[in-house]
């Protein structure tokens, strides 16, 4: 069954401008996740706003979508704020900016109390495989997450 993750940071702060995921920030890239049974993953339609070189999309907006993409795995699996430790890279293909929709994917390799590790994946609008990363996050405890940094409760999510 599908699920659209609701941004309840957005819904319960109009201030909140997340460069990535924030609905409210007018150069953001305004991502929203979804969630199967067997699958994290955000789609995104890319402009030229984000070019690097001509119709190829920045490599730093690249490691954004994977970044991203990770940190709110975290968010609706683990009800849980994180911090990335360590991003690691592999632009394998040209990603362009002009053909449309492309699907950036996380999945969980392995945790070790509060450190977890994400491989994500991007694939263009022909579902090829254009860019992969590997990160490692430090998730804060539940009590810290709402305290310190405001986080939902992991129902506001869904």
């Not at 702060?13 to 007018?26: A, I, K, Y």
């Not at 190829?56 to 699996?77: K, R």
């Amino acid at each position: 069954m599908l699920k659209k993750i609701k941004n309840a940071f957005s819904l319960k702060n109009l201030e909140h401008n997340c460069f990535g995921c924030s609905s409210h920030n007018p150069i953001g890239l305004k991502l929203e996740f979804f969630k199967t049974e067997n699958d994290f993953y955000s789609i995104w339609k890319p402009s030229k706003n984000y070019d690097g070189w001509n119709g190829i999309v920045h490599g730093g907006i690249q490691a954004t979508l994977l970044d991203e993409c990770s940190e709110w795995y975290i968010f609706t699996t683990y009800g849980r704020s994180a911090v990335t430790i360590e991003l690691k890279t592999k632009y394998l293909k040209p990603l362009s900016s002009t053909k449309g929709d492309i699907k950036i994917f996380a999945k969980e390799v392995s945790k070790k109390r509060n450190i977890i590790e994400i491989e994500t994946e991007i694939f263009d609008s022909d579902n090829i495989l254009t860019s992969q990363g590997f990160g490692k996050f430090l998730m804060f405890s539940q009590e810290t997450s709402k305290e310190k940094y405001g986080f939902p409760d992991i129902s506001e999510f869904f």
